[in-house]
């Protein structure tokens, strides 16, 4: 898609979700139950007005920072803040100005009835957290750009103000949640998009996304339809792309938490259907030896996790320190068992940890080579209440 045909579809795009805040558009939007406790705060328009395809909100924690990208009307974010709780915040993104009066009118009604307010939002594009439109349309405003020169000149105070005010700071948010909007972002920025995620999100944060995907590409002759931009279908990703822009972005832990069996449209032989995306940012960073090793419960023979480590099932793995704590939470823990060693090993003492390879760790490394205890049992009886 040219960049003129890329413009063109993102103001019909604009446009119909402009149109979609101040009348309710059945065809942008799939059934999603929620839970109707949250919802009894939330005026009747902003219901009305919102259109997902699945509730990525079910995981939010107590406290969390939380990022709702394509915030639309505020729906949401106004479960978000129930969620999250007087202790945690929530930041709407949104970059249609009707959508966020509509989120913006009602944000006050509903900070009443919570008794706290702990919700933003904010107008910015999600594949660009880092510009902020409203700063840099101030800039314009007084700073005409009339050639070469000033557009310079404005390129550099966007560099400038990116570094000095972001949208969204890096490492600040616990959870992103986004509720059908990543498929209307072009195909050219969405490497970006999940990038932004990447950048902003904690380490050991997570995202959880619902969005729409198709189980074959996109034909060419759709992907030029504005209006099936509009309508969650030309942009969808294909669903093991979907999966693969996580790993690539530098995720992991991703899983698919919902995905509808029914399509919910299917146009020329495509179908496409919601799903629900959960991953997590943390497996970055040094590897250490302290002599920790995992074993894997099963069913499976063996499994493989994002950073290339195989699990064989019944075998304590070796594995460096920072892999050991990631597969001994969730949302791995319930399936290995840990080994931790006998004897810690202080990490600023521990060696390098060569975690391209796969190793078996021998249980005198976790108990030590010279460990000789002996441990009689206290009861040798058997049964419900004794060792067997």
């Given at each position: ?156 105070f966007r560099k400038e103000l ?178 931790p060693p006998m004897k810690d ?44």
């Open positions: 898609m040219g960049t003129t045909a890329q413009n063109r579809t993102e103001e019909i795009v604009y446009d119909r979700y402009a149109a979609a805040a101040k009348a309710k558009e059945g065809a942008l939007c799939c059934p999603v139950d929620y839970d109707p406790e949250l919802l009894k705060i939330i005026p009747k328009e902003v219901i009305d007005r919102d259109y997902g395809c699945g509730d990525p909100s079910r995981y939010i924690q107590p406290g969390d920072t939380v990022l709702d990208l394509g915030s639309g009307t505020g729906k949401i974010c106004f479960i978000a803040a129930q969620k999250a709780g007087a202790s945690g915040k929530v930041i709407g993104v949104d970059f249609n100005d009707e959508m966020l009066e509509v989120a913006r009118r009602h944000h006050p009604v509903v900070a009443e009835r919570l008794g706290y307010d702990n919700i933003r939002f904010l107008r910015g594009r999600i594949q660009n957290l880092s510009d902020s439109p409203d700063e840099l349309d101030a800039y314009l405003a007084a700073n005409p750009v009339r050639s070469g020169n000033d557009l310079d000149h404005y390129e550099a990116a570094g000095r005010a972001p949208l969204i700071r890096d490492d600040s948010v616990d959870i992103i949640v986004s509720n059908c909007v990543l498929n209307l972002v072009s195909q050219p920025e969405k490497l970006q998009l999940f990038s932004e995620m990447f950048r902003v999100l904690k380490r050991g944060g997570s995202v959880a996304i619902s969005d729409i995907v198709s189980d074959e590409d996109v034909p060419a002759s759709l992907q030029k339809d504005p209006k099936l931009w509009s309508g969650c279908i030309a942009g969808a990703f294909r669903e093991d792309r979907f999966m693969e822009a996580f790993e690539q972005a530098g995720f992991h832990a991703i899983q698919i938490e919902k995905y509808e069996q029914t399509p919910w449209q299917t146009v020329k032989g495509v179908e496409f259907r919601s799903v629900t995306i959960t991953a997590r940012k943390g497996k970055q960073g040094p590897c250490r030896e302290r002599n920790q090793a995992v074993l894997y419960k099963g069913p499976w023979k063996k499994v493989e996790d994002d950073d290339g480590h195989v699990l064989i099932r019944g075998k304590r793995m070796a594995v460096c320190d920072k892999t050991y704590h990631i597969l001994t939470s969730e949302p791995y823990a319930d399936q290995v068992t840990p080994i090993i202080p990490l600023d003492q521990a060696r390098p940890f060569a975690c391209q390879e796969t190793a078996i760790r021998d249980p005198r490394e976790t108990k030590g080579k010279r460990y000789r205890k002996t441990v009689a049992a206290a009861d040798s009886s058997c049964g419900p209440d004794g060792c067997c």
